[in-house]
């Protein structure tokens, strides 16, 4: 059993940073692709950024790319998102999920097998 506990959100201002981070505990975090995803409030949750095992390789979303860095350190078992020049459109709740049966990477969220619970992201106009 996979349990994946996120960190670091807030309300921040227009064209601030935030980096999230996602602790991981009771399975290989070294073997997962990791994602993050977001739901916003009255919408369908969306994929934002995903990484494969080694941090090789990273996929973003069009609508974050250039701005959000994923990253993971398999030593600390902790994946993150830097969020830079943020957005009101960026406010929602952001979700870390594990991939555990042997894909490399994904954009879509049925692939994952282990979610957190989720930290809000609120910015202001």
């Known amino acids: 059993q996979v349990q994946l506990v996120e960190s670091g959100g807030g309300l921040v201002q227009a064209g601030d940073s935030l980096r999230l981070s996602c602790a991981a505990s009771?399975?290989?975090?070294?073997?997962?692709?990791m994602g993050w995803f977001r739901q916003a409030p009255g919408k369908e949750r969306e994929f934002v950024a995903t990484?494969?095992?080694?941090?090789?390789?990273?996929g973003y979303a069009d609508s974050v790319k250039g701005r959000f860095t994923i990253s993971r350190d398999n030593a600390k078992n902790t994946l993150y998102l830097q969020m830079d020049s943020l957005k009101p459109e960026d406010t929602a709740v952001y979700y870390c999920?594990?991939?555990?049966?042997?894909?490399?990477?994904?954009?879509?969220?049925?692939?994952?097998?282990?979610w957190g619970q989720g930290t809000q992201v609120t910015v202001s106009s």
């Open positions: 009771g399975g290989t975090f070294s073997s997962y692709a």
């Open positions: 999920a594990a991939a555990t049966r042997g894909i490399y990477y994904s954009t879509n969220g049925a692939r994952y097998d282990y």
């Open positions: 990484i494969n095992w080694s941090g090789g390789y990273t």
